[in-house]
C-alpha cells in the first residue's frame, strides 16, 4: 500500500518522543508515544491541547490486550459499528498504563495509514486534541506548529464532516451517556 509519507519516519519520530501532526477520521491530532507523559505535560503547560487523553489501538484485539475487562455486549458493538468512536474508560483498567490517563478514551484505527502505523509501532497511539481546531494547515496557529516535528501528508482519510460518536458503558455492559 503506497501513502503520501513515509510511515517508517512517522514511527522513528514517535518513538524518539517527538510529536507528529496526524490526520484521524475527523480531525487533526498531535501523536506523541502512548509512554510519552512528559511531551504531554509539556504540550499541556504552554496550554496547546485539551486535558484529553485518547488512545488509539490498530484493532479490537489490540485493544482487548490492553482492556480485557471489555464486556462482551461493547465487544460485539465495536465489532460491527462503522463510525468512528470514543469510549471513555477508566484509565485503572486499562493495561500497560498508569492513571495519570485523566479523561481518557479509546479508539479504534478505521483507515490503512493508521492501523499500519499502529502495526508497525506495535503500541497504541496517544492522540492529543489541540485547543484550536486544525481543518486547513495554512491556519495552524504558531504556537503550535513550534512544538510539531512532522506534519503528515496523508489527509486522505481526513473527513471533518463526521463526528466521533462518544460512549461508555457500565459492569453489565449496558450504554450510559
Partial sequence: ML???????????????KTVL?????????????????KYDHLYSLGIIEK???LLFESLDHLKRHLPSLHPRVETMLVYYKRSFLMK?????IVGFGTEFSNCYVSIARNDFLKTILSLLGQPLRLLTPR???SDLNTINQKILNEI????KETEYTNLAEEYVIFSYDEEGLLVD
Fill in 22 to 38: 496526524i490526520p484521524c477520521d475527523h480531525k487533526w491530532h498531535l501523536a506523541i508515544s502512548s509512554q510519552n507523559q512528559d
Fill in 89 to 93: 474508560v477508566d484509565a485503572a483498567h
Fill in 132 to 134: 484550536q481546531t486544525i
Fill in 52 to 54: 484529553t487523553n485518547i
Fill in 149 to 152: 516535528d512532522y506534519i503528515c
Fill in 3 to 17: 501513502f503520501k509519507d513515509r510511515i517508517i519516519d512517522i514511527i522513528t519520530l514517535i518513538e524518539s518522543g
